[in-house]
Nanobody, 124 residues
Framework: QVQLVESGGGLVQAGGSLRLSCAASGRRFYAMGWFRQAPGKEREFVAALSWSGESTAYADSVKGRFTISADNAKSTMYLQMNSLKPEDTAVYYC???????????????????WGQGTRVTVSS
């Protein structure tokens, strides 16, 4: 069993920054990623981090603005979000992959464990 707890969401103006955290505990797991779900929309992939932490993948909509990373000593994954736009408004979730150690554009069905989500609101 894996427990994931996100934090760091909040209200920010367009152009601002936020850093989300995902604290993980439990058994050893595979690669991890961030997803988001805007009101009335399906949950979508945002970023992925390989098990080694050496490779990443990003959705086109966030490339160049978001950075995924991890502190293995703290068992915590981060999502640094810069140059935020109103369209980034969503609930952000971290999740563990079912089987891969690699980073690529994940599908929601690829993921095994999910956090409860943290809300990000970007005002214009």
């Amino acid at each position: 069993q894996v427990q994931l707890v996100e934090s760091g969401g909040g209200l920010v103006q367009a152009g601002g920054s936020l850093r989300l955290s995902c604290a993980a505990s439990g058994r050893r797991f595979y690669a991890m990623g961030w997803f988001r779900q805007a009101p009335g929309k399906e949950r979508e992939f945002v970023a992925a981090l390989s098990w080694s932490g050496e490779s990443t993948a990003y959705a086109d909509s966030v490339k160049g603005r978001f950075t995924i990373s991890a502190d293995n000593a703290k068992s915590t994954m981060y999502l640094q979000m810069n140059s935020l736009k109103p369209e980034d408004t969503a609930v952000y979730y971290c999740a563990t992959h079912r089987s891969t150690t690699r980073a690529f554009n994940y599908k929601t069905s690829d993921m095994e464990y999910w956090g409860q989500g943290t809300r990000v609101t970007v005002s214009s």
